[in-house]
């Protein structure tokens, strides 16, 4: 911040920070995996089929559980990407 510009504010240092939370980020992996297999489940022409909600809700778990522990054991970091 400037005297003549006291409007801008403090200016960002360094690189942004790009790590991921374990939890909300294997909740998130959880809902797009398990949302469309659930809906495709209940919206059937013939009525609720509960075997194919289950399988997206098992599927959505087991994905949500991979990603959260997979980012867990990375420290919060994603892939590394190239400069």
Do not use: Q, Y
């Not at 005297?3 to 939890?23: A, I, K, Q, V």
């Not at 909300?24 to 809902?31: I, M, R, S, W």
């Amino acid at each position: 911040m400037t005297e003549d510009r006291p409007w801008l504010g403090e200016e960002p240092t360094g690189r942004p920070d790009t790590s991921f939370s374990p939890g909300p980020t294997g909740f998130a992996v959880f809902l797009g995996v398990a949302a469309p297999i659930v809906f495709l489940g209940v919206a059937r022409a013939g009525g609720t089929n509960v075997l194919i909600v289950v399988i997206g809700l098992a599927v959505g778990v087991i994905a949500g559980v991979a990603v959260a522990a997979w980012i867990d054991a990375r420290g919060g970091r994603g892939p590394k990407t190239p400069l």
